[in-house]
């Protein structure tokens, strides 16, 4: 895989307690998908159903999964997260029996990073203790504000008093925390968005997560903002909210190591760097994606279809070879977005002079406009190109012409 | 000669043609159950796709009729007005012609040109009533309408429905009984008439024509008279659902002809076939080179597919003869082509051919006239100005000229108010109001042919509530008071949306064009000034803001694919943009001051 470049890795100097590049990509992630939530939140597109109905059935699917993918990845096991949906709906034998199978199957690191996904309404005293006493050493809490009035705008189902207290009691058990927290909500005004990073801030998160509220086609917020029940949401506003976000999180030292994502040394999330870095990880549950070798493969997005395979023994899975192209396009893609950037050495070492030399051809205009820049053989989007750094990606793609 | 009979069926848009074509093949048992299909004739995808007619279509069946066998040729003809001259042309190849009149829908505009063209040729009119099938059909009223309009009496009117297959055989059995048998003098020399010509790869072009005296034999040296030009007949044949080689077609019959042409060009529609060595002296009247009436440039979207599109347009050109084009460059647009076209439709057509048929991405600049200037130096001789940029500069300019129309609008009387104050806003001057019944009026116009180019149809289209059909002839060239807009983006004239108009609304089109634009152009990384200015004087301006985001937040669960997928099909997208200095504007935004209405 291109990200295996000897040369890459030389030319790389990581922070120090942060895990090499070397050491990233020789880890494998395991996800699992807890498909369930409480309730529906207006914007989210995710898959999830809101009844319980079937939640043991599926723990027992996704064990089965579990066991018959124990042979997919190359290496050993370093980072498991537990993403929904809301895993923090899982029950303590829930999590036990999955515990067992991926203990009875894979090899584990002897420290791995285990996530799990948590809504604050969840985050009670006697929910942490249980989760404390499992292999769960990270939570991601699914804040997204501080304030009742963008809670009830997007239907969270937790308030703004759980919001605070979740983390406070989450503290007292859990070391390493990351909260989500979503900008660019509409009539969402400036001072409120840096009172609820000064909140994030003050509560000594050492992680953030943080994402632009985004319009999804056939979601609630979709419907309320076509019938002009609430406001559109606004792309200069989510820019500003955006430009606060960075330069208030990287004064207070945490570092913007992809788009979303802010971590302070030592904290960086090992799931999502995995995505962003051509890292493996086999994603169990309906729905969840892994991407092994060359391979990318979805599971069904559908419970019950889930289960049922998965009670038949087969694997309800959809599966993809990326060409040469599409990796190009997914390494320019995902690194655009990290703080490492694309490495030209490594596009003209992995995927041949060819696409180095079309990569450097259509850089020229988006460096005049100071939207990216080299450092050596680096290639990052500047402060003002992140923003775009999609459309930026999508510009330096290589199309698999038929 | 006597048990031939040539009929056309002619109707306005919609009208049930071509279905009812189906039912006399069906009755006739000119088709198998298998190879029945709705609108059999209409062979093209895209008429198919459409569900209209574009091209005329003829073929031949037999009917037994009191003991003897007649043959019918049936010649199917399209009813948009873009395509009336091959109208003119297949009426002009026959006796009779069934007139269809939707029995909901009543008289409209192309019933009555059509018409008016089959009594100029003496043709026997059998008007049918179609589609008393339907709900809403009036039969009663709809009769007293076809009657009054070409005096016929009530029971010469058949009642038909070409989708219940009610009225059929009364039909075939009128055209025995009404439309006279072929007139013509076998011996005299040949002297045919083309009426269509279909590009075939593998033969060429096949001629379809109707003999008027003598035979055309297979292997006879025959002439074009229009053309001059020689061949040989190849092969002759009739026309059924496949075609029937033939040593002879003889006077009064309709047949198909194979020369080895190659090129549409050189079979023109309304020629006379007639004999090398012994041609006719009296040449079928009637033949007109047809003229394009709407202009616009064709470009492609990859400026290095230029060749490509030189050698799709004259594929297309060798089936579809009305077609022009000739080369012409753009500053904004590079190497393309200036294409006269019949009208909007054929327009249409043509650009969806071009990516249909030969995958081509094109670019279609803003339709517009062919226009007569004149100068101060020569103020007698006209230069024609088929594209915008050519207009010479106002200090040169003695007047222009552009063509006129003669325009016929039927619609419901409680719609005549808005109907003429959009025909005035057009520019148009009314010159007679006829009540064809009393809630159905005829309204005729004179008017700039370039206002039905700007989005007249659908403006009719909704003033009218859909009640207003529509028709149109040339009257020939008007003084005229004509300004060029030109449209600057980022500071750059974009000489392809450059559009001549009248002084009168110049300002306001220019600012809904600016508007428009605003619209269609999507937002890029920097604010893009759109402007509209005559000659050095701005008239309208508009910003498209900076793009702000284009980066989705979240990455679901590791779906990566989903997301290059996303992107790479935005750079597809683009890749249907043309950049124009460093601003990148989608196709439409070129057709943008059509659709200033929307
Ligand atoms: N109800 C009903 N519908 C009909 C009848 N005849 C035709 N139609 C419908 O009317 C529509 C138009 O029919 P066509 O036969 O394509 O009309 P046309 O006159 O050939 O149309 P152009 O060639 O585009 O001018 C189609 O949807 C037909 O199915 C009829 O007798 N009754
Ligand atoms: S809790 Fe998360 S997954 Fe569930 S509906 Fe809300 S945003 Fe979506
Ligand atoms: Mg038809």
Redesign the interface.
Known sequence: MFYLSKIELKLKEFDEVNPTFEEIILMSSL?I?IPFCKQACHYCD?HFSTSLKHKDQLVEAIGKELSMRKNELPGAVENIYF?GGTPSLLSESDLTSIFETIYAHYEVVEYPEITLEANPDDLDISYLQMLSGTKVNRLSIGVQSFFEEDLKLMNRAHNAGEAESSILLAKQFFDNISIDLIYGIPEMSVERWQANLSKALELGIPHIS???L?VEPNTALKHFIDKEIIPPVD??L??LHFDILVDTLQNMGYENYE??NFGKPGYFSQNNT???TGKF?L?IGP?????VNST?S?NINNNPKYIKALEAGELPAKR?ELSRT?RY??YI??RL?TQWGVDLKVVETEFGLNYAAYLMDHIQ?FQQ?G?LKLEGDILKVTGDG??????????L?M??LK | MKNIRNFCIIAHIDHGKSTLADRLLDFTKSVTERERKEQLLDNMDLERERGITIKSHAIQMVYPYKGEDYVFNLIDTPGHVDFSYEVSRSIAACEGALLIVDAAQSIQAQTISNLYLALENDLEIIPVLNKVDLQSANPDEVTDDIVDLIGCKREDVIRASAKEGIGIEEILNAIVERVPAPKGDPEAPLRALVFDSVYNPFRGIETYFRVFDGSIKKGQSIKFVATGKNYSADEVGTLKLVQFPKKEIKAGDVGYLITGIKNAKEVKVGDTITDAENPTKNAVSGFEDVKPMVFAGIYPVETDEYEELRTAMEKLQLNDASLVFVPESSAALGFGFRCGFLGMLHLEIIQERLEREFDMTVITTVPNVSYNAYTLKDKDKPIIVSNPTDLPEPTYLDRVEEPFIKASIITKSEFVGPVMSLCIEKRGQITNQTYLTQDRVELSFDMPLAEIVFDFYDRLKTVSKGYASFDYSPIGMRKSKLVKVDVLLNGNTVDALSALLHVDNAYDIGKRICEKLKELIPRQQFDIPIQAAIGAKIIARETVKALRKDVTAKCYGGDISRKRKLLEKQKKGKKRMRQVGNVEIPQEAFMAVLKLND
């Open positions: 996800y998908h995710f993403g943080s994402y632009a985004t792309d200069d989510a820019k788009f979303s995995a995505y962003w990880y994603g729905s969840a994606h892994s991407f990318r979805w993809e599409d396009n997914e893609m995902t977005r205009a406009q939207l992140k923003f775009l750094s999609d459309g930026i990606a999508s510009e793609f199309l698999n």
